[in-house]
């Protein structure tokens, strides 16, 4: 059983930047997913635990960065210039297995409770 949790979400206004963390027991990809009520969950970034290989959602390019500690047990997701569209409920999601779709939800077994972002204008 892989156990993930997630941190460090919060209010902000926007510009502002936030940091979220994710413990997981172990992953071979862990990807930061996003949901925001009554729309579907979207990818927004992953990584790879072997090279930090990293995939961004257009939405997350230049302004959010995934990065994971030399532990492997531990992966941020540094969010700046935050925007309104942002606010959304942030999930961390591990997989134990190589996947051919990094940014898509139905690639990973393994899920938090998720932490809330809200960012106001």
């Known amino acids: 059983q892989v156990h993930v949790a997630e941190s460090g979400g919060g209010s902000v206004q926007a510009g502002g930047s936030l940091r979220l963390s994710c413990v997981a027991s172990?992953?071979?990809?862990l990807g930061w997913f996003r949901q925001a009520p009554g729309k579907e969950r979207e990818g927004v970034a992953s990584?790879?635990?072997?090279?930090?290989?990293?995939s961004y959602a257009d939405s997350a390019k230049g302004r959010f960065t995934i990065s994971q500690d030399n532990t492997k047990t531990t992966v941020w997701l540094q969010m700046n210039s935050l925007k309104p569209e942002d606010t959304a409920m942030y999930y961390c999601?591990?997989?134990?297995?190589?996947?051919?779709?990094?940014?898509?939800?139905?690639?990973?077994?393994?899920w938090g409770q998720g932490t809330q972002v809200t960012v106001s204008s």
């Open positions: 990584i790879y635990v072997g090279d930090g290989a990293t």
């Open positions: 172990e992953y071979t990809y």
């Open positions: 999601a591990a997989s134990r297995f190589l996947v051919n779709r990094p940014l898509q939800y139905d690639m990973y077994d393994y």
